[in-house]
T-cell receptor, first 112, second 111 residues
Framework: EADIYQTPRYLVIGTGKKITLECSQTMGHDKMYWYQQDPGMELHLIHYSYGVNSTEKGDLSSESTVSRIRTEHFPLTIESARPSHTSQYLC???????????FGPGTRLTVL | GEDVEQSLFLSVREGDSSVINCTYTDSSSTYLYWYKQEPGAGLQLLTYIFSNMDMKQDQSLTVLLNKKDKHLSLRIADTQTGDSAIYFCAEASGGSYIPTFGRGTSLIVHP
């Protein structure tokens, strides 16, 4: 069973607030990812990391930022939330190479 | 860039077989995956197949790969209401091995 956690599970916040979505995994995986999932189900890769101190932007341009100071932790920050940031955010991890991605349960963000 | 296409909806009766189809464009795809997403949850890997295989059977799941046509399918035998979920096809190729996902097929199982 995968051990990857996301907090909070649900967040409702006002416009202009700074938010941090937490993701942590206990599997020692080097690679971690953030996806944004539209209401229409499609997954968009917004950030990924190959390991500590590595961060890359994904296919979808995002106003969020990420950091990877520790292997197990990959937080995503939005400096000033806007209604357009309303979405589900999924975190995933995998070992190096073409290995299985393990997904967290997701954070559903609503910005009013 | 890479593209993965799936039909958006599939409706079946309980006890019937379900077949979910997927096409992809990247001829260098090395790994092909099927993930399942239940409401309010993340994605769970169901099964995967290497591009040098034609078929993989995993309990009630059968994956067929037609590499020439770049067509992947997932067959669920004896579909139950608990199989109702969104099923994502994904492919990964050499280099970064970051999967490209389809839009997902919503499987609805009627009693």
């Amino acid at each position: 069973e995968a051990d990857i956690y996301q907090t909070p599970r649900y967040l409702v916040i006002g416009t202009g607030k700074k938010i941090t979505l937490e993701c942590s995994q206990t599997m020692g995986h080097d690679k971690m990812y953030w996806y944004q999932q539209d209401p229409g189900m499609e997954l968009h890769l917004i950030h990924y990391s190959y390991g500590v101190n590595s961060t890359e932007k994904g296919d979808l341009s995002s106003e969020s930022t990420v950091s990877r100071i520790r292997t197990e932790h990959f937080p995503l920050t939005i400096e000033s939330a806007r209604p357009s940031h309303t979405s589900q955010y999924l975190c995933a991890s995998s070992e190096q190479g073409a290995d299985t991605q393990y997904f967290g349960p997701g954070t559903r963000l609503t910005v009013l | 860039g890479e593209d993965v296409e799936q039909s958006l909806f599939l409706s079946v009766r309980e006890g019937d077989s379900s077949v979910i189809n997927c096409t992809y464009t990247d001829s260098s795809s090395t790994y092909l995956y099927w993930y399942k997403q239940e409401p309010g949850a993340g994605l769970q890997l169901l099964t995967y197949i290497f591009s040098n295989m034609d078929m993989k059977q995993d309990q009630s799941l059968t994956v067929l790969l037609n590499k020439k046509d770049k067509h992947l399918s997932l067959r669920i035998a004896d579909t139950q209401t608990g199989d109702s979920a969104i099923y994502f096809c994904a492919e990964a190729s050499g280099g970064s091995y970051i999967p490209t996902f389809g839009r997902g097929t919503s499987l609805i199982v009627h009693p």
